[in-house]
């Protein structure tokens, strides 16, 4: 910090500056990224609700309805008409929150201190965070050779030990859905909490199966099923940091709460104190400004853009990992190195990620990557191929 002030002119310019070096999602050469630009009316709800804080409710009573509406409104786009939870920051932050309940569920009516969790090795990294931050083990379950988590190695995972078992819809490396309706299953007769991470899918595929696209059920109406993740700052279009974490019972939350005495509540449930209702807020507007409607054809659209870049990969000669179940393709060139492959892209300004299961150049198909920008890339993967 200087010592005098200075003006906001000079600030604003050496801001503009720095920003220069980020990326733009407008430019639709960002192709790794699970996130995208927010609405311009989404941005606009969040900057009116900066100051509001959903630590203290009481304070901010009319947020916190926001809030309330919009967790009812998610859940019952996933089939529960009387879900709990809250907006948070992310995926990660509604994973961690997920564990931690099922942890203290299982500790409070089973007894059980030294807890496992199974999770695939497709999970996000989320988990590894969640298990290390909760004292639990990992117990990583085998993957098909479809890429999805393998469904008999989850079986004999199980033991007296087990708080948890994770099962992803929309992975983060091939956006591929788990056998979600057996797990759930296993765990309902097994009496073990299961979460489904669905923070990319949950955006999409009710949205997807309301234009006539067959997915597998993921979401409440399996009886197995305890808290779902999904992120409204994906392919919901609201601004960073937007996540959400749905419970089925109050009692998920109840187990994690603190006494919280000199705020307007009584406890506190959530990982953090301090949350902006901004998120809430900007949440709330833009999925009334779309409605099922607008959700519908905003999802349509990526799925033909995936579809697109599919169809055009296997006409160059380029090996797809797997057709596509949601928006994003993997691939290599069939006699180069990936890393290789992600260099010479690179060059030609795109920005790609690598999966590590398995390795691929990996193009997450985002709201700002337009038909333009496929088409422009596709002609230089034919460049380089």
Same mark, same amino acid.
């Given at each position: 910090?200087?010592?005098?002030?200075?003006?906001k002119?000079d600030?604003? /310019?050496?801001?503009? +500056? =720095?920003?220069? &070096?980020?990326y733009d $999602?407008a430019?639709?050469?960002?192709? *790794?990224?699970?996130c995208?630009?927010?609405h311009?009316f989404a941005?606009?709800v969040?900057?009116?609700?900066?100051d509001?804080?959903?630590?203290?409710?009481?304070?901010f009573?009319g947020?916190?309805?926001?809030?309330?509406?919009?967790? /009812?409104s998610?859940? +019952? =786009?996933?089939? &529960?008409?009387?879900p $709990?939870g809250?907006?948070?920051?992310? *995926?990660?932050?509604?994973?961690?929150?997920a564990?931690?309940?099922?942890r203290?569920?299982?500790?409070?009516?089973?007894?059980?201190?030294?807890g496992e969790?199974?999770?695939p090795?497709?999970?996000h990294f989320?988990?590894?965070?969640?298990?290390d931050?909760?004292n639990l083990?990992?117990?990583e379950a085998?993957?098909?050779n479809n890429y999805k988590?393998?469904?008999?190695?989850?079986?004999n995972a199980?033991s007296?030990?087990t708080?948890?078992i994770?099962a992803?819809a929309g992975?983060?490396?091939?956006?591929l859905?788990?056998?979600i309706e057996?797990?759930s299953?296993?765990a309902?007769?097994n009496n073990?909490?299961?979460?489904?991470?669905a923070?990319?899918?949950g955006?999409?595929?009710?949205f997807?199966k309301?234009?006539?696209?067959d997915?597998?059920?993921?979401?409440?109406s399996?009886?197995?099923?305890c808290?779902?993740?999904?992120?409204?700052?994906?392919?919901?279009?609201?601004?960073?940091?937007a996540?959400?974490i749905?419970?089925?019972?109050q009692?998920?939350?109840?187990v994690?709460?603190v006494?919280?005495?000199?705020?307007?509540?009584?406890?506190?449930?959530t990982?953090?104190?301090t949350?902006l209702g901004?998120?809430?807020?900007a949440?709330?507007a833009?999925?009334?400004y779309?409605?099922k409607?607008?959700?519908t054809?905003i999802?349509?659209?990526?799925?033909?853009?995936?579809?697109?870049l599919?169809?055009n990969l296997?006409d160059?000669?380029?090996?797809v990992i797997c057709k596509?179940?949601?928006?994003?393709?993997?691939f290599n060139?069939p006699?180069m190195?990936?890393?290789?492959l992600?260099?010479?892209?690179s060059?030609?300004?795109?920005?790609v990620?690598?999966?590590?299961?398995p390795v691929a150049?990996?193009i997450?198909?985002?709201n700002?990557?337009?038909?333009?920008?496929l088409k422009?890339l596709?002609e230089?993967l034919?460049?380089?191929f």
């Open positions: 910090m200087d010592d005098k002030p200075i003006s002119h600030i604003l /310019k050496e801001l503009d +500056e =720095l920003h220069q &070096l980020d $999602y430019d639709g050469r960002i192709l *790794g990224s699970m995208t630009q927010a311009p941005k606009e969040y900057c009116k609700f900066l509001t804080n959903l630590g203290d409710p009481g304070l009573k947020t916190k309805f926001i809030e309330n509406q919009v967790i /009812k998610i859940g +019952e =786009l996933l089939s &529960l008409n009387e $709990y809250n907006i948070v920051t992310g *995926g990660t932050e509604a994973n961690i929150m564990v931690r309940a099922a203290n569920h299982a500790r409070k009516y089973k007894g059980i201190v030294d969790i199974i999770i090795d497709s999970a989320s988990f590894k965070k969640a298990a931050m909760l083990k990992i117990v085998k993957l098909d988590i393998d469904v008999e190695s989850v079986r199980i007296d030990k708080v948890a994770v992803i992975t983060t490396e091939l956006g859905i788990d056998p057996e797990l299953e296993i309902f007769k073990i909490y299961f979460h489904v991470d923070a990319f899918g955006f999409s595929i009710p997807l309301r234009a006539g696209f997915f597998p059920v993921f979401d409440f399996l009886r197995g099923v808290s779902i993740t999904v992120d409204p700052h994906k392919m919901g279009l609201a601004p960073i940091p996540g959400g749905i419970f089925r019972k009692e998920y939350l109840d994690m709460a006494d919280s005495p000199y705020l307007t509540i009584k406890t506190q449930s990982i953090v104190g949350r901004a998120s809430s807020a949440t709330y833009i999925m009334k779309f409605g409607e607008g959700y054809e999802a349509k659209n990526l799925m033909d853009n995936t579809n697109y599919y169809d296997i160059i000669g380029y090996e596509p179940e949601l928006n994003i393709v993997a060139h006699d190195e990936t890393n290789e992600a260099d010479k892209l060059q030609y300004n795109w920005n990620s690598v999966s590590k299961c150049i990996r997450v198909l985002m700002h990557i337009k038909k333009s920008n422009e596709i230089d034919k460049e380089i």
